[in-house]
């Protein structure tokens, strides 16, 4: 493989933060090199690593910051490495591009002289009466340049890995290679059947198999093509996959009191203020502080139609920006930003090495020492049945090729890094194989009710006071005791009441009670506000008007706030939560897909029922405290089921986590997008199914791959053993093999939403 000295130095030496390197990888050829620079790299001290071949990266633990340990480990096994920066993959993809540029040169040689080479010892070795003199010379003269120059990339790998005592599949194309042509001299020069002439003189056994050069010749260059291919197919995957991070901004322009000023992204820190032009990608999570427009959000989210924004307006990096010019604040900058985030999360899928593909490592670590000495056995057993020799020979070759187990290596990288890259075109990203796995198996669904189901914007729709208080009375307590709350249903009553009402009054010995509501002096006064429960535990008895009252309201739907004051009941807030556009539809398409839908809220059972029947759900768990919903879900998985939980903040983490399958939205903390195995970053819970359907078609995917990888081999090894497959159909089929691994991975490029 071709390759420039800048490719290899004049990548950028920035050390690791921490004990965890990545290393791009040159010049692996299969999965088996991957498993040979594992090795070297787990015999450094205290180190061990993980080799990706179809991301071409090796992740790498406890080099302790020596990352010239790691690189120089890497190239004593015979291949290339830099340390990977993230978001820059000039390096990595120039030598993947010198890497189909010497395959391109090598396979447009050896196919424009196996042609002729073919025709001609196919033909002369059928008519005898049209050979002529030195036909043999010429045809060995051809098939030189093809077993030397052209085979190079094989035979270099072969003595690379026979140096460190370990074999790959470019052994078997180098071996079948180079017994195909030594044979076919063998003949030329003195076969069994004529001896003492030389190349060019003498008769050669008649016969279309009689010699080997075109065999030698075609198998060259059907790997070469099946390597050429299968190298672009892979780039290709990877472009999806690097297409997140690659929506990153390289320069922005920065308002400074000389002027705006274009500086690299990296310059850029909070506050800064930045101008967006039209047409322009947005470079960093901020606040719009000028300017009109719509932003096309289609990059990250997969949302077509474009967002409308204005003065106040939160915008995210990778967006583009339409029509209008925008002044931004920048808010999250670099890394921090919500895009650097996904692009680590899509990037992290990749680390991660399937149980399926560390089983298809082992065995190719053993698969291919076997096949060789199972070719010798075959050869020999053909001789020892009276074969001709050239015919055992042919059939040993046959079986050498046939064999190569590289779709197996292919098999479940290459869907899962096309899949990753589609999800994240969809705004869905799936973080590994697990969740992968889960998708399989999952049956039922629980979806958390506010911010999840609903906007979880609230908003006071109804105040409904007791004798002896007033509308003003309630709205003033209630919305005086939540101006300390964090929580969206007190920010709601905070801000109705200072909408309607003015400054409250100050608060005193303001205290949060998780999962029931809060208590605080207000006045002199003594403030309860939440839910039933807390006015039961505090000894608040509910008369029967205020009884009358929230059933009304539960009815209805509504989030209640029961007010006590004094020890004695005051009335009710009735808050409402309006239900996304898209719940419905989400919730059908769930169940269309044979999945058990369940809603998950804290509200009271008749406010949960309410709800849950407008969204036509299967069931509904209410007066679900937070801590409690991890046990909700421990409690289905023990009834047999397999349940995936979607929801949106911290106290939805524990039971992210302990879910078969868990769905953070993105909208909610950095906490339950931890928590999570897939993220929806689209602001449309239309994305839980299609993020289920898209998981579903990748290990669908990744099961055909293996599917037929390994029936490919079981099949084939059997039919070249028999004698029923030509060395050179062998050479052919088994480049397809990894040629439509690939292709077929790539057909996850075209996965289309439900919407859509």
């Known amino acids: 493989m071709a390759r420039t000295d800048a490719v290899l130095t004049d990548r950028p030496t920035v050390e690791p933060l921490d004990d965890v390197v990545e290393l791009d990888i040159a010049g692996m050829t299969c999965s088996a090199c991957a498993t040979r620079i594992e090795r070297k790299l787990g015999r450094l001290d205290g180190v061990t690593a993980s080799v990706n071949f179809a991301t071409e990266r090796a992740t790498v633990v406890g080099l302790g910051g020596d990352t010239a340990a790691g690189i120089a480990a890497v190239e004593k096994a015979g291949y290339r490495a830099a340390l990977h920066t993230p978001g820059d993959d000039e390096w990595s993809r120039r030598a993947t591009s010198d890497r189909i540029d010497s395959l391109r040169r090598r396979l447009a040689v050896s196919a424009l002289l196996s042609v002729p080479l073919c025709d001609l010892t196919i033909l002369l070795a059928l008519v005898p009466a049209w050979r002529f003199p030195g036909w043999q010379l010429v045809c060995v003269l051809l098939a030189v340049p093809i077993v030397t120059w052209a085979a190079w990339p094989f035979h270099r790998a072969t003595f690379r890995n026979l140096r460190s005592g370990s074999l790959s599949m470019d052994t078997l194309v180098s071996l079948g290679a180079i017994v195909s042509f030594v044979w076919a001299l063998v003949v030329l020069v003195g076969g069994p059947s004529a001896a003492g002439y030389w190349i060019g003189f003498g008769p050669t056994p008649p016969g279309a198999d009689a010699i080997y050069l075109d065999v030698a010749a075609g198998m060259v260059t059907f790997q070469l093509g099946g390597r050429y291919f299968e190298t672009r197919s892979r780039r290709r995957a990877g472009d999806v996959l690097h297409a997140i991070s690659g929506l990153a901004s390289r320069t922005v322009v920065l308002r400074t009191p000389e002027g705006d000023v274009e500086v690299p992204a990296g310059q850029v820190r909070p506050g800064d203020v930045l101008i967006v032009r039209p047409g322009t990608a947005v470079p960093v999570d901020g606040v719009v502080e000028a300017g009109r427009s719509s932003v096309d959000t289609s990059t990250m989210t997969g949302e077509t139609a474009p967002v ?162 007033t509308r003003e009375d309630l709205l003033g307590l209630a919305g005086a005791l939540e101006q300390s709350s964090e929580h969206a249903i007190g920010r709601a009553v905070s801000g109705a009441a200072a909408a309607e009402l003015g400054r409250p009054d100050p608060v005193e010995g303001f205290e949060a009670l998780s999962g029931l509501g809060a208590a605080g002096t207000v006045g002199g006064r003594r403030v309860l506000a939440g839910n039933r429960r807390l006015l039961v535990e505090q000894g608040v008895a509910l008369p029967d008007a205020l009884e009358a009252d929230v059933a009304q309201l539960e009815d209805a739907g509504r989030t209640l706030v029961l007010l006590a004051v004094d020890g004695a009941a005051a009335g009710v807030l009735g808050l409402a939560d309006d239900v996304k556009p898209t719940a419905r539809e989400a919730i059908a398409q769930l169940q269309a897909m044979g999945l058990r839908t369940v809603l998950l809220t804290g509200d009271t059972t008749r406010a949960a029922a309410a709800v849950g029947a407008s969204l036509g759900v299967d069931e509904t768990i209410a007066e679900v405290l937070p801590a409690d919903k991890a046990a909700v879900v421990a409690d289905l998985q023990r009834q047999g089921r397999k349940v995936a939980m979607v929801g949106d903040g911290i106290n939805d983490a524990a039971a992210l986590a302990s879910a078969d399958l868990g769905m953070a939205i993105v909208t909610g903390t950095d906490v339950a997008m931890k928590s999570a195995d897939v993220i929806l970053v689209r602001d449309d819970l239309r994305a839980v199914p299609d993020a289920v359907a898209l998981a579903r078609k990748m290990l669908g995917t990744i099961r055909g791959n293996l599917v037929w990888a390994f029936g490919y081999n079981i099949a084939a090894i059997p039919l070249a053993a028999s004698g029923l497959l030509n060395p050179l159909i062998a050479a052919a089929a088994m480049a397809l093999s990894s040629v439509l691994v690939v292709t077929n991975s790539l057909r996850l490029r075209n996965f289309a939403p439900h919407q859509d």
């Open 308 to 469: 409308e924004v204005e003065p106040g307006s939160a915008v995210a990096a990778g967006t583009v920006n339409g029509a209008g010019a925008l002044t931004i604040v920048a808010e999250r900058v670099g890394q921090h930003t919500r895009l650097a985030q996904l692009a680590a999360i899509a990037d992290e899928a990749q680390r991660r090495k399937a149980g399926v593909t560390k089983l298809v490592d082992r065995i190719s670590r053993v698969f291919i020492p076997a096949v060789i000495a199972l070719a010798v056995l075959v050869t020999a057993g053909w001789l020892l049945a009276g074969a001709p020799l050239g015919a055992a020979i042919g059939i040993g070759i046959a079986v050498l090729i046939i064999a190569c187990p590289c779709a197996l290596g292919l098999a479940t990288p290459t869907a899962l890094m096309v899949g990753v890259g589609r999800g994240g075109q969809l705004g869905i990203l799936v973080k590994g194989q697990d969740a992968l796995e889960a998708s399989g198996r999952i049956d039922t669904v629980v979806l958390d009710k506010t911010g999840t189901v609903t906007t979880g914007a609230f908003t006071v729709a109804e105040v409904r006071p007791l004798a002896g208080w």
